[in-house]
T-cell receptor, first 115, second 109 residues
Framework: DVKVTQSSRYLVKRTGEKVFLECVQD?????MFWYRQDPGLGLRLIYF???????EKGDIPEGYSVSREKKERFSLILESASTNQTSMYLC??????????????FGDGTRLSIL | RKEVEQDPGPFNVPEGATVAFNCTYS??????FFWYRQDCRKEPKLLMS???SGNEDGRFTAQLNRASQYISLLIRDSKLSDSATYLC??????????FGKGTSLLVTP
């Protein structure tokens, strides 16, 4: 089974702090993703990466950055946390595309509260 | 423009009932289709892929209609444990998936 592990289930930070969310996958997947999920808005893609040191903006990258120094690890960084970044953050991974989209496997999620 | 649309529900059905969800997508170049299940305050989990010929997994049947650009999920003999949100997912590129906002199902005794 694919295992995607997020570093924290619950996190509380203060406005203006720099926040790091870590994600590790053990299936040697090439693709990794960060989403946030809010009531009524569904899953929204923040950033994704299809290779080490590669990153692509998703639908809502503003206020976030990412880092992928190793294949198994994908970090999401909130440069200066704001209250509107309070959300559930989900990391996912998938194998390399062969011309078709591959299903993604999700971590347990991090519930982040910014006070 | 909403790329993947689902009826949010909630669908309230009694145990043993058959329930069907539909989902429409806007990009005719879409290539891969999935149904995910998400329990309250949990992560989405892959329920099944959807193939052009239609496919079945136990009590669950998925259908794809490319001409009309919709996908369906049929659940037969509903169980209490089927209560969850069902996400329709569509991919037209190699990397990212487009998620619908989900349809909520509540199966009651």
């Amino acid at each position: 089974d694919v295992k995607v592990t997020q570093s924290s289930r619950y996190l509380v930070k203060r406005t203006g702090e720099k926040v790091f969310l870590e994600c590790v996958q053990d299936m040697d997947h090439e693709n990794m993703f960060w989403y946030r999920q809010d009531p009524g808005l569904g899953l929204r893609l923040i950033y994704f990466s299809y290779d080490v040191k590669m990153k692509e903006k998703g639908d809502i990258p503003e206020g976030y950055s990412v880092s992928r120094e190793k294949k198994e690890r994908f970090s999401l960084i909130l440069e200066s946390a704001s209250t509107n970044q309070t959300s559930m953050y989900l990391c996912a991974s998938s194998s390399m595309d062969r011309g078709l989209g591959q299903p993604q496997h999700f971590g347990d999620g991090t519930r982040l509260s910014i006070l | 423009r909403k790329e993947v649309e689902q009826d949010p529900g909630p669908f309230n059905v009694p145990e043993g009932a058959t329930v069907a969800f539909n989902c429409t997508y806007s990009n005719s170049a879409s290539q891969s289709f999935f149904w995910y299940r998400q329990d309250c305050r949990k992560e989405p989990k892959l329920l099944m892929s959807v193939y052009s010929s239609g496919n079945e997994d136990g009590r669950f049947t998925a259908q794809l209609n490319r001409a009309s650009q919709y996908i369906s999920l049929l659940i037969r003999d509903s169980k209490l444990s089927d209560s969850a949100t069902y996400l329709c997912v569509v991919a037209y590129s190699g990397y990212a998936l487009n998620f619908g906002k989900g349809t909520s199902l509540l199966v009651t005794p």
